[in-house]
Structures are given as C-alpha cells and as structure tokens.
T-cell receptor, first 111, second 117 residues
Framework: GQQVMQIPQYQHVQEGEDFTTYCNSS?????IQWYKQRPGGHPVFLIQ?????EVKKQKRLTFQFGEAKKNSSLHITATQTTDVGTYFC???????????FGTGTKLQVIP | DTAVSQTPKYLVTQMGNDKSIKCEQN?????MYWYKQDSKKFLKIMFS???????INETVPNRFSPKSPDKAHLNLHINSLELGDSAVYFC????????????????FGPGTRLTVT
C-alpha cells in the first residue's frame, strides 16, 4: 500500500555534529509536514512545505521538499541535547487524502 | 490553557473490559482525529471527524467506536479490550479539512497510555 518511509530509523550523534533524516513517499504529495516528538511527549508541528523544491529554515533546522514532491529532508546543523526526539514527516496519502505519518527517525545526541 | 486535552493520561485494565478515553480541544478547530502509536512508535490514524461527522475510518476493529458530541469533543470507546490494544492513543485537531486532509498543522493532545493485562 501507499506509505511514507523515513531513514535512518535511529541516529546517534555527538553533540555539535550535523544530522539529516530523509522522508520518501510512494506517491506524489501535495504537501509535507514535519513533527517532533520528545521522549514521553506528543508530536509537535514543526513546518509544512507545499512547493516543489521548497527550502525553509528554522534556526538550525533546514527543511527541503523534493522537486518531484515525493521526498523531503530535515537537516539539523550542530545538534544540541535539546534536539533529542523522534522526527516524523507526514503527508496526505490514499483515500480521503488522510495524513500518513512516516516511520520516524529517532535522534539521540550524546553530550 | 491546554489546547488539546485527553483523559485519562494512563489507563491500565484487564482483557475483556470496556474503557473510554475523552478528548477536548479549545482551539475552535473543525476537525479532530484519533491516532494509535504502538511500541515501535509508528503513528497511525484511526478516525477523523469533521464538524461531528465521521470522515475517515481506517481498518480499525469495530470494538473501537468514536463519538463526537460536538466539534470540540471526540471520545473513543473500546469494547472487549485485547492485549494488542496496548499503545499510546493520541487525539489531535486541525483547522478545517478537505476530504479529511488537515489544512495546516495538527495539534496533538498529551496522549493516553493504555495497558491491557
């Protein structure tokens, strides 16, 4: 079925290193959202991308939507311990255009 | 004031029991959702309501029955609980819906951790 995959599943980085998670959809998406879930917490919206090739920045976070609108990436520069959590992409897939969440990337930052 | 609230936060119960989880949002949103997050952290939509009408009903066992008394509330009732129902259940809301697709961000509640023994 239609799905949204993320890689890697887990990532351990030393504090100060960069981190990237990739999101791939089986079909073209009209938009893509990114969420962050801290350990024990709930998903919190980060950003929405709509245009092909769109790039948006939020401080140390850079979000990109692929030209074909089937993939996206989130890049964190110089990670901090506050970046720890699971990052999800989400896009409208399937019947009723329901929002399908990606498989998530769990980020651990070693101080 | 909490935007999306859920009760209870934790729920421990035995197999075969019936339980309910309540959700309320004070954001004035039209659309509310229930998600299930399993032990591997996969987040899967279960139901979506828009203005009290069911929009999305995923392949969820009919032991799960959502009820929306008004657009600010979406409750989830589960009959005959099974071990596999153990998970964290999140309620969420968003402003507007185009065929079930949120317009803009979804706001999630704090979650209800259900443990079935």
């Amino acid at each position: 079925g239609q799905q949204v995959m993320q890689i890697p599943q887990y990532q351990h980085v030393q504090e100060g290193e960069d981190f990237t998670t990739y999101c791939n959809s089986s079909t073209t998406l009209s938009n893509i959202q990114w969420y962050k879930q801290r350990p024990g917490g709930h998903p919190v919206f980060l950003i929405q991308l709509v245009k092909s090739g769109e790039v948006k920045k939020q401080k140390r976070l850079t979000f990109q939507f692929g030209e074909a609108k089937k993939n996206s990436s989130l890049h964190i520069t110089a990670t901090q311990t506050t970046d720890v959590g699971t990052y999800f992409c989400a896009g409208p897939l399937g019947g009723y255009q329901k929002v399908t969440f990606g498989t998530g990337t769990k980020l651990q930052v070693i101080p | 004031d909490t935007a999306v609230s859920q009760t209870p936060k934790y729920l421990v119960t035995q197999m075969g029991n019936d339980k309910s989880i309540k959700c309320e949002q004070n954001l004035g949103h039209d659309t509310m959702y229930w998600y299930k997050q399993d032990s591997k952290k996969f987040l899967k939509i279960m139901f979506s309501y828009n203005n009290k009408e069911l929009i999305i009903n995923e392949t969820v066992p009919n032991r799960f029955s959502p009820k929306s008394p008004d657009k600010a509330h979406l409750n989830l009732h589960i009959n005959s609980l099974e071990l596999g129902d153990s998970a964290v259940y999140f309620c969420a809301s968003s402003q507007g819906s185009a065929g079930g697709q949120p317009k803009g961000e979804q706001y999630f509640g704090p979650g209800t951790r259900l443990t079935v023994t």
